[in-house]
């Protein structure tokens, strides 16, 4: 069965700041795609990066970066330049085989993420 | 461009009671997923629909049920409501069949069972 394991309950980082949230997963699935969402206060998951587990090059959107070693099964989330509005919880997501017949996302239990002045 | 809708909000209800939230998929998705999000926990998958069938279903009771109308919209029932079935309902939109097949959520509907 797939697992999502965050280990991190919260952090913290200075405005500015770059920080790195962890996510390990497990599968024995050979294709699959590891996701990251941004939860604010609302309740609205915000989509932010994917990287499909065929991908050679590490993804990146903005200010977002993944981490991807296939090797550690992690998927870690880079965020540079830290900005006030990125206090949020933040969930690192799989999908297990190839897309069409099986798309689930599996969730881990979320990072908490406190941007300080 | 509309994203992913969803009604109502917030709900309250009592135990044994019956609800159907509603979700209307972002333009032009055509999958509607559902998960339950408890209070400090990551969301957990409901079923997936898909050319009005459900595609795939997670570890919930047969009181949990779904519909996808041919607009692609869906509805999740929920039966003799538990206090357990508290939490945040989130409906996520994918366009199937073809990678990375993002799933984009709606800002959930909250409900409260007492």
């Known amino acids: 069965a797939q697992k999502i394991t965050q280990t991190q309950p919260g952090m913290f980082v200075q405005e500015k700041e770059a920080v790195t949230l962890d996510c390990t997963y497990d599968?024995?699935?050979?294709?699959?795609?590891l996701f990251w969402y941004k939860q604010p206060s609302s309740g609205e998951m915000i989509f932010l990066i994917y990287?499909?587990?065929?991908?050679?090059q590490n993804a990146t959107e903005g200010r977002y970066s993944l981490n991807f070693q296939k090797a550690r099964k992690s998927a870690n989330l880079v965020i540079s330049a830290s900005q006030l509005g990125d206090s949020a919880m933040y969930f690192c997501?799989?999908?297990?085989?190839?897309?069409?017949?099986?798309?689930?996302?599996?969730f881990g239990t979320g990072t908490r993420l406190q941007v300080t002045l | 461009d509309a994203g992913v809708t969803q009604s109502p909000t917030h709900l309250i209800k009592t135990r044994g009671q019956q609800v159907t939230l509603r979700c209307s998929p972002k333009s032009g998705h055509d999958t509607v997923s559902w998960y339950q999000q408890a209070l400090g926990q990551g969301p957990q998958f409901i079923f997936q629909?898909?050319?009005?069938?459900?595609?795939q279903r997670g570890n919930f009771p047969d009181r949990f049920s779904g519909h996808q109308f041919p607009n692609y919209s869906s509805e999740l029932n929920v039966n003799a409501l538990l206090l357990g079935d508290s939490a945040l309902y989130l409906c996520?939109?994918?366009?199937?069949?073809?990678?990375?097949?993002?799933?984009?959520f709606g800002a959930g509907t909250r409900l409260s069972v007492l």
């Open positions: 990287q499909g587990s065929y991908d050679e």
């Open positions: 997501a799989m999908r297990e085989g190839v897309t069409g017949t099986a798309s689930k996302l599996t």
């Open positions: 599968t024995s699935d050979q294709s699959y795609g």
């Open positions: 629909y898909y050319e009005e069938e459900e595609r």
């Open positions: 996520a939109s994918s366009l199937g069949g073809g990678l990375p097949n993002i799933q984009y």
